[in-house]
C-alpha cells in the first residue's frame, strides 16, 4: 500500500504564496503530479514531473506561476506556487503514476 502525505496548504491573500510537499511512502514511481479541484468543477491537472529525467508539464493557467519540484533523497514532490491568484482556490491533490492520490489539502486564495 502507498500513502501520500501532503502539506502546506492555507488561507493566503492574492499574489501570495504557498508551497506544497507530497511525500511518498516509497519510491520507485515514474510520474509525480498535482491536481486541484474547485468546488462545483471537475479535477484537473496542474503540473507534472517525470522521476527520470525531470520532464515537466504544466497548465496554461498556471504557467509562469507555479513550479514543480522533487527531492530524490525524500521521495518528496514540491509544488511551488506564486503570485496566487482566487481563482487558485481548490483543494489540491497529489498524484502518482496516475493510480495513487493523496488526502488532498485545501488552498484559499482571498481577494
Known amino acids: 500500500q502507498v500513502q501520500l502525505v501532503e502539506s502546506g496548504g492555507g488561507l493566503v491573500q492574492a499574489g501570495g504564496t504557498l508551497r506544497l510537499s507530497c511525500a511518498a511512502s516509497r519510491r520507485a514511481f ?3 503530479g498535482w491536481f486541484r ?3 462545483g468543477k471537475e479535477r484537473e491537472i ?4 517525470r522521476w527520470s529525467g525531470g520532464s515537466i508539464y504544466y497548465a496554461d493557467s498556471v504557467k509562469g506561476r507555479f513550479t514543480i519540484s522533487r527531492d530524490n533523497a525524500k521521495s518528496t514532490v514540491y509544488l511551488q506556487m506564486n503570485s496566487l ?14 493510480t495513487y492520490w493523496g488526502q488532498g489539502t485545501q488552498v484559499t486564495v482571498s481577494s
Open 30 to 32: 515514474s510520474t509525480y
Open 37 to 39: 479541484q474547485a468546488p
Open 46 to 49: 496542474v503540473a507534472q514531473i
Open 85 to 98: 491568484k482566487p481563482e487558485d482556490t481548490a483543494v489540491y491533490y497529489c498524484n502518482v503514476d496516475g
